[in-house]
């Protein structure tokens, strides 16, 4: 276990060494370091374009492997309701919410349309609350309800969410065939974390790290978490588990009696496949940013040897987030770590969470079937 937190600290504390002190400016970062290398890489300037979305469910709606803008123009328009609500400009709201509803009713044909035939009666059903919940938000509003705004925006991404995870048409790529003796996710499952504190859920996602959450997956199944404890590491940034008792630092494989490795495995945002086996830092992708980023409290990350971008296993950390060291947009764990799901319930859960609890039990609630054992 040392080794992991060591590498995991040094990720987080390389850079300050090497520019003296970290200057963060409206949630970006000034300079960064390559960890695996014993010179500093270049210094970039480097403050993220816009909002980063620190949201897990809607990093994850973003994740999905679709095209359809007008779903996309939806589900911005929803989400941009936040803006408004923190401000409470009733007026703003209102236009938003009817334009949406408006723009909803004339391409409905094109949303139904990028959904496969057989699930579009299930779509239709969707739509059609979408619909029903676009027109009750307008009597929330009127009555300026700013809680009941918000648990409605929250109701309406989540219908938006399912019509988009409908349009999903099989897997997007191939996994290379040299992973081909791991377990896969060829799609998402959702994991629930029965821990000393409370319960805590998790939306485990193929689409983007089919090998890590396959891993992953595999061995929530094998009941290899259950009583697992929890180890806070260096300054809160994250909270680590899955170091089995004895001498091994991960998950021995009984039918080979050998460690099981898992590789980085990371995709670019914008890009169809992961790239495997290295840091954006090793490639000399500096500016790139991850298609699932260490943005929202309850990120997952594979955690690993410092030095092995393929010697992970079974040790991975719920991102804690510190936003001075690890701000939003492009912290010091993007491109460095897989990050393979996000807590989408329980959030308060992990908040409490530390190296006294620990994991009573994981399940795979949902999603098992996507799961391709080698």
Known sequence: MQRFMRSLAVTLL????????????????????????????????????GNAITDGKALLRYGLPIENQEIRKIQGNIEGLSEWLRSKRWGPIKRETQKTSQFLERRSPAILAAVPTAKQPQAEQLLTDLKTGLEAMDGIVDAKDKSGVWQQRATLLDTVGAIEALMVDGFPFEVPEEYSYLPQLKGR?????????????????????????GNFVDLVQRGFYDGMPFIRAEDNYVLQTGD?????????DPKTGEYRAIPLEILVKGETEPIYGATFESLGM???APALPFSAFGTLGMARPGGEPDGGSSQFFFFLFEPELTPAGLNLLDGRY??????????????KLNQEDSILSAKVVDGLENLVEP
């Open 14 to 49: 390389v850079p300050l060494f090497w520019t003296g002190l970290a200057l963060m400016v409206g949630g970006g970062q000034l300079g960064t370091a390559a960890v695996a290398s014993p010179l500093p890489a270049p210094l970039v300037a480097y403050l993220p374009p």
């Open 189 to 213: 499952a959702t994991v629930a974390f029965e821990t000393t504190r409370g319960t805590l859920t998790a939306v485990i996602d193929g689409y983007n790290a089919p090998v890590t959450a």
């Open 244 to 252: 089995p008792p004895g001498p091994d630092d991960g998950f021995i």
């Open 286 to 288: 500096y500016l790139e």
């Open 338 to 351: 897989a990050v393979f799901g996000y807590v989408t319930d329980g959030k308060d859960v992990l908040d």
